[in-house]
């Protein structure tokens, strides 16, 4: 039996303000542009004029910076109704990171002018905009906690939870990560290597904490991952 895992409530804030503001947006008659990726297509790149407001509609989106040449670090997982896009409204606005589809997923683009005017219009909008803001800072953190202590297993039991609190579903009192990861993939997100992470998910595996099932991480003990993260 499977069922939706029950969202923080800043996920779900999250949603129910995304709604909002694209309701007022386009009561004002403010025109957006929906535009459908296929899995490894670029949203934009780092560097990039940041021109707009992104708002996910559906499908995985991953935030990330690039280094030491080919080495990749992740910042976030983003799913439905999460908004992205650096969008300044002074000084030069460029995007700080590339933005990738993981999945098939359809985006939202408001542009920039649009917002401008509909804040000037509405100061509802920029209420919005700031509460969605706020609920970003939240979210990058957590993640930012993650990577606090030294050890991978911390990092991990500390990272495996909050992507459980945002992709998972409860199948038979377990949880299951509906989300492909490779090694290489969580390592990006603990700031570990492929190796360390590796080796901690086949301890995890063997201890009966978690385990993995074609590509996608299901948590058999999240009280023990709990206990390590506090560790």
């Known amino acids: 039996m499977k069922t939706s895992f029950p969202p923080a409530e800043h996920i779900k804030l999250q949603e129910q303000e ?7 947006l386009r009561g ?38 690039t280094y030491s040449g080919s080495k990749e670090a992740t910042l976030r997982m ?4 999460d908004i992205f ?7 030069e606005a ?33 209420l919005k905009l700031l509460t969605l803001s706020e609920l970003r800072l939240v979210q990058y953190e957590e993640l930012v906690r993650c990577l606090l202590p030294r050890e991978t297993e911390v990092r991990l039991a500390s990272l495996l ?10 199948e038979d009192g377990e949880v299951m990560i509906d989300l492909r990861l ?21 301890e995890l595996r063997n201890r009966g904490i978690v385990d993995m099932e074609g590509g996608r ?5 999240r009280a023990e991952l709990e206990r390590i993260s506090r560790s």
């Open 78 to 81: 983003l799913r439905e109704w």
């Open 28 to 65: 004002m008659g403010i025109v957006t542009a929906d535009r459908a990726y296929a899995p490894g297509d670029v949203i934009y790149r780092e560097g990039e004029y940041g021109d707009a407001l992104y708002i996910v509609e559906s499908g995985i989106v991953k935030l990330f910076k």
């Open 161 to 170: 939870p909050l992507l459980a609190e945002k992709f998972g579903a409860v």
């Open 182 to 202: 490779t090694h290489q993939d969580i390592a990006a997100m603990v700031a570990s290597t492929r190796e360390s992470v590796t080796k901690v998910l086949n």
């Open 94 to 126: 460029v995007q700080r990171a590339y933005a990738e589809a993981v999945t098939a997923c359809k985006v939202i683009k408001v542009p920039k002018v649009f917002v401008e005017r509909a804040i000037r219009r509405e100061p509802e909008v920029a």
């Open 217 to 221: 991480l299901r948590l058999r003990d």
């Open 18 to 24: 995304c709604r909002e503001l694209l309701r007022i």
């Open 85 to 91: 896009g650096h969008l300044a409204f002074t000084g």
